[in-house]
């Protein structure tokens, strides 16, 4: 089936730095949505991405939609101790006409005191 | 009111049990989602309800049975379940028909099953 890959898998980096991660595909996609998800929590939505080039700013998270529409990227600015979790990128998926949301392999931020 | 609610928040049952998770949201959403989540994966799609009806089924076993009584519930009854069912089950909502993904899809906290 169709896979997005995230990288880095996982990032250890001290408060204040900042952080850039990006997941691809093989296929185009229409939509990226980014997500962050706390332990024992369900993902919560940082970034909706709807437009080939478009970058979008949330605080101090921005993405960006790649150009090519198989890529997307996100950066953390000044990370803070809450940034730790993992981050998914996700996008809906085209199977025998049905649409379902794809998710990324993951990338797992982790805070190092 | 962005809340999906999903109870219980942890359950352990035996192979031979039978339970029910439950999902609940008051957004006006009329599509609901159920995922389940293994350690350090990512979510994988299981049932789609849209319009309270099923739209979409990953081919998962009939130890797992979806029911969407009303537009605001979900529920995922479970049965003879085996200890590698044991995950992170996971309810979402989105606004709009399945596929309409310029709406987002808000997710519950999650039930961590345990099968013994």
């Known amino acids: 089936g169709q896979q997005l890959n995230q990288s880095p898998q996982s990032m250890f980096i001290q408060e204040g730095e900042d952080v850039s991660m990006n997941c691809t595909s093989s296929?185009?996609?229409?939509?990226w949505l980014w997500y962050k998800q706390d332990p024992g929590e369900g993902p919560v939505l940082l970034i909706a991405?709807?437009?080939?080039?478009e970058l979008t700013s949330n605080g101090r998270l921005t993405a960006q939609f790649g150009i090519t529409r198989k890529d997307s990227f996100l950066n953390i600015s000044a990370s803070i101790p809450s940034d730790v979790g993992i981050y998914f990128c996700?996008?809906?998926?085209?199977?025998?006409?049905?649409?379902?949301?794809?998710f990324g392999t993951g990338t797992r931020l982790t805070i190092i005191p | 009111d962005t809340e999906v609610t999903q109870t219980p928040k942890h359950l352990v049952m035996g192979m031979t049990n039978k339970k029910s998770l439950k999902c609940e949201q008051h957004?006006?959403?009329?599509?609901m989602y159920w995922y389940k989540q293994k350690a350090k994966k990512p979510p994988e799609l299981m049932f789609v309800?849209?319009?309270?009806?099923?739209?979409i089924n990953e081919s998962v076993p009939s130890r797992f049975s979806p029911e969407c009584p009303n537009s605001s519930l979900l529920n995922l009854h479970l049965h003879a379940l085996q200890p590698e069912d044991s995950a992170l089950y996971l309810c979402?909502?989105?606004?709009?028909?399945?596929?309409?993904?310029?709406?987002?899809?808000?997710f519950g906290p999650g039930t961590r099953l345990l099968v013994l």
């Open positions: 296929s185009i996609f229409n939509t």
């Open positions: 309800y849209s319009y309270e009806k099923l739209s």
């Open positions: 979402a909502s989105s606004q709009g028909p399945s596929g309409s993904f310029e709406e987002t899809q808000y």
């Open positions: 957004m006006g959403h009329r599509a």
């Open positions: 996700a996008g809906p998926f085209s199977n025998f006409g049905n649409e379902k949301l794809t």
């Open positions: 991405l709807y437009k080939a080039g």
